[in-house]
Structures are given as structure tokens and as C-alpha cells.
């Protein structure tokens, strides 16, 4: 790529690689960011096969897969290479003519790729098998000398992976399962989700605790809110000439004072003289 910027002035080589790096950085948190920048190194250079090459991955991890097969092609006419050549079927896929991806399966272009570009090329060819609902041919598709192979290459995962999931798929779960345990054992990087998918036929339950916790710390103070309120309301439900009566029964240990609307305490012995003066006199008037 270096080389290629090199043809450019100075000033604008300096520019157009800093929009690269800013693509390589964001495509695949934030491919709609990356993809902007890649518009932006396309406009300032597109007769460089390497902006062509990034904007096209941009638009394939925007999902704008008609842009990207355009630049795909750019990419290839400009250089002459078949490196491109099953993202290209995959991006046929994508615009729904998985029998297009088929074909170029089948294509010439093939037998010059490396053994990862075969392998990536058998992966598209399963996958627009299974787009056309042909689930034991994507499976027979995926079977090959790398699926069988116990080294691990960085290609090992994906392909494990995607021979588990078209197993799942065809119902054929105890073999799935183990696949998706040898994908575990080749993904050292995480780069699939076969931990997770293993976990589920298993029937593990995943808890997120932090989530957990705060449910409980709400429900905590929900019920000592509930408490807060319910004495609350014991005291406002108090009627005062109930209070009253009860006092002079000798019931209570507060009083309602009307001139300052609230209770106050009630001293007892207070309260059983006047229960006396009450009974002499013939009650409360």
C-alpha cells in the first residue's frame, strides 16, 4: 500500500493514508464511521488499487454490498489479483444470487488462490449452499482435508464453526456439539461464539451478577419504601375523636393536638386522672 501512496504528492499521500488508518481502526466497531472515511480517501485518490481494495471492505461491512463489489472489481482490473475473489462471491450472496456465488466457486480463479482464500472460498460456497436451502450439500461442501486437519490455522475456527452450525441446522445436534467444541478448542482468539452456543446446548443459563444486583437493591428499597409508607398512613388514618375515646380508655400514649394538628405524647399518668375526672364528671363533653 505504501508503495502505491507513493505515487500520489506528498500532501495528498499524507491524507489519503491518514483516512486509511482511520478505516483500518473503525471497520469493525464502527463500519458506517469507516465507511465515511473510505469515501473520503476514494475521492482524493481512486486510481489507487489499495483505497479501492479498503473502500470496497467498508462498503462490505456496511452491508452495502453493491458499492463493494464495484470496488472489488476496481481493485482486481487495477492489479490483476484473484486475492479478492471469494469476498467478491460473497458479496453476490449478499445481494440475494447465492447460484452467482456458486459459479464463481467453480471458476479458474479458485485453483490460483492460497489455502486461506480456498478455504475462505469453500466457506461462501457453503453458505450460498444454505442459502438455497441445500443444508447436506453446504455440509458436504465443508468437509475437506482442512475441516479433518488437527493443526489449527487461522482459518481452523471459522471453518469448524460453520460445519457446527450447518450440523445444528440439519438436526444433527450431538455432532454439532462436538464441533462446536473443537471450534473452542481452535478460537484462541474469540473470534466466534462457539463457548456461547455450546453453553446453550447444554442448557447453561448465563446471570449477568452486576444486573442481578441491582434488581435486588431495588426490590430492597421498594419494600422499605412499602414500610416507610405503610406507617405513614397509619398515622394519617388516625381519626381524632378515635383518639380521643382511646385516651380516655387509657389506649394510647399520644394525644391528637388540635391546635398544632399533630400527635403528641401522652403522659399515662395524665391520661387515667383525666380518665377519672372524665368518669366523675360523666364523660368527655
Not at 35 to 58: D, H, K, P
Not at 260 to 285: N, T, W
Request: glycine share 6%.
Amino acid at each position: 500500500m505504501r508503495q502505491e501512496l507513493m505515487s500520489l504528492p506528498k500532501g495528498l499521500a499524507e491524507e489519503v493514508s491518514k483516512n486509511l488508518v482511520m478505516v483500518a481502526r473503525l471497520i469493525d466497531e464502527e463500519p458506517e464511521q469507516a465507511y465515511a472515511y473510505s469515501r473520503i480517501a476514494l475521492r482524493l485518490a481512486s486510481r489507487v488499487a489499495a483505497v479501492r481494495e479498503a473502500a470496497g471492505f467498508a462498503a462490505y461491512a456496511s452491508q452495502k454490498f453493491s458499492e463493494a463489489l464495484a470496488e472489488f472489481r476496481a481493485a482486481r482490473r487495477m492489479t490483476g489479483s484473484v486475492e479478492l475473489w471469494p469476498v467478491m462471491a460473497d458479496c453476490e450472496r449478499g445481494l440475494g444470487r447465492p447460484e452467482r456465488a456458486l459459479a464463481m466457486a467453480g471458476e479458474p480463479e479458485v485453483q490460483k488462490l492460497d489455502k486461506a482464500g480456498q478455504v475462505e472460498m469453500r466457506l461462501v460456497a457453503a453458505g450460498a449452499r444454505r442459502d438455497m436451502g441445500q443444508l447436506d450439500a453446504a455440509i458436504v461442501t465443508l468437509q475437506s482435508p482442512e475441516l479433518a486437519s488437527h493443526s489449527v490455522q487461522p482459518w481452523t475456527a471459522r471453518l469448524r464453526y460453520a460445519y457446527a452450525d450447518a450440523l445444528l441446522a440439519a438436526g444433527r445436534e450431538d455432532e454439532a456439539r462436538e464441533w462446536f467444541a473443537k471450534t473452542v478448542e481452535a478460537d484462541k482468539d474469540g473470534a466466534t461464539d462457539a463457548s456461547d452456543r455450546l453453553a446453550e446446548m447444554d442448557g447453561v443459563e448465563f446471570v449477568d451478577a452486576m444486573h442481578s444486583e441491582d434488581e435486588d437493591d431495588s426490590a430492597a428499597e421498594g419494600r422499605d419504601l412499602g414500610a416507610d409508607e405503610f406507617e405513614d398512613d397509619e398515622d394519617d388514618d388516625q381519626d381524632p375523636a378515635e383518639v380521643a375515646r382511646a385516651e380516655a380508655a387509657g389506649d394510647v400514649t399520644e394525644y391528637y393536638d388540635e391546635d398544632d394538628e399533630e400527635y403528641e405524647p401522652l403522659d399515662r399518668a395524665e391520661a387515667d386522672a383525666d380518665s377519672d375526672d372524665d368518669r366523675k364528671s360523666g364523660g368527655r363533653a
